[in-house]
């Protein structure tokens, strides 16, 4: 419905952007913060079957893109808000649990996940492997394109060297 919306701009000439926004990882709010808890305490693992894909974005990524599109005249329509590197719920979970140094085990059956989470619960048990191409294609670099990094990022974990 909010697309459309944009039709009536976009039809009296007015450059108009619509941007598709995945699953947004930030500090102090969104899903990572419904997580981080149960990841903390050693007892979180993959969302639903751990299948699904999670088209995620780094917040400082999904602000770059939105300065991105408002600073290039020739953008227009439909942009994908999301890293190009979609990865499954496993995945995402895995990774989340190594940059904590936790475990990453115990599934959490969907009908769990609607209590904690309400309907974002939606969104991360179902998931959609989406790509960011038309954003690539008109030069957007994304400086967080791996979860891994990017939950580094976010939660200042520094790189374990391992020998």
């Known amino acids: 419905e909010w697309e459309e919306a944009t039709e009536a701009a976009a039809e009296a000439g007015v450059r108009t952007c619509r941007v598709r926004i995945g699953v947004v990882l930030g500090k102090g709010g969104g899903a990572l913060s419904k997580m981080l808890p149960f990841f903390r305490l050693g007892i979180g693992g993959p969302l639903g079957s751990g299948k699904q894909w999670v088209s995620w974005v780094h917040v400082d990524d999904l602000c770059a893109l939105f300065e991105f599109l408002l600073e290039n005249p020739r953008a227009m329509g439909a942009y994908n808000g999301t890293a190009p590197t979609p990865v499954t719920m496993k995945d995402f979970a895995g990774a989340l649990g190594r940059v904590l140094h936790r475990p990453s085990l115990l599934p959490v059956p969907a009908p769990m996940l609607r209590l904690a989470v309400g309907e974002v619960a939606d969104i991360l048990v179902t998931g959609q492997r989406v790509l960011p ?16 990094a990017a939950l ?3 939660l200042g974990r520094k790189e374990t060297i391992r020998s």
Do not use: K, M, N, T
Request: net charge negative; hydrophobic share 35%; glycine share 6%.
């Open 133 to 148: 191409r038309r954003a690539e294609e008109a030069g957007f670099h994304f400086a967080h394109p791996e979860v891994e």
């Open 152 to 154: 580094r990022d976010l």
